[in-house]
């Protein structure tokens, strides 16, 4: 095989993403966090997590991934996703200031999500979609999609 066609192939192989299963591991830490102090801006459970910095912190601690620091950007960073085919792990977006993708929390399945929020608790909560606030709000869902892991055929060239 040439060495063009072959690098190409490897480039390929490479770069293709693969879905991130929605783990067990993102929902029980997003939910250990619950009671964990907002604060506007917030990255860390001690000192206190906006809804961003919330959903960076889990995923980050978790895969390894860093997010975006704004709901917005986080919603442009990951995958869109039918709300019909939302799994535990996956993101859900609220336009609660008068702009999309404003408020961003992570499900967890039965009709609940994890988010830290000022306005109710002034902390990380579970809410309900089936609450009316957030029925009306709902934005949409979004999937965090994670690079694969390099296929063993090029892990052995390394």
Known sequence: MKPVLLLSVLVALVSQTVQ????????MYAVSLVGSPYRLGGTSPATGLDCSGFVDHVFRQITGIRLPRDSRGISEATQPLDPAELQPGDLVFFNTLKRAFSHVGIYLGDD????ATSSRTGS????????AYWRERFDGARRVVVPGPLPSAIASFE
């Open 124 to 131: 990380v909560m579970v809410s309900r979609f089936s609450d």
């Open 20 to 27: 991130a299963e929605p783990s067990d591991d993102i929902s």
């Open 112 to 115: 609940r999500f994890v988010h």
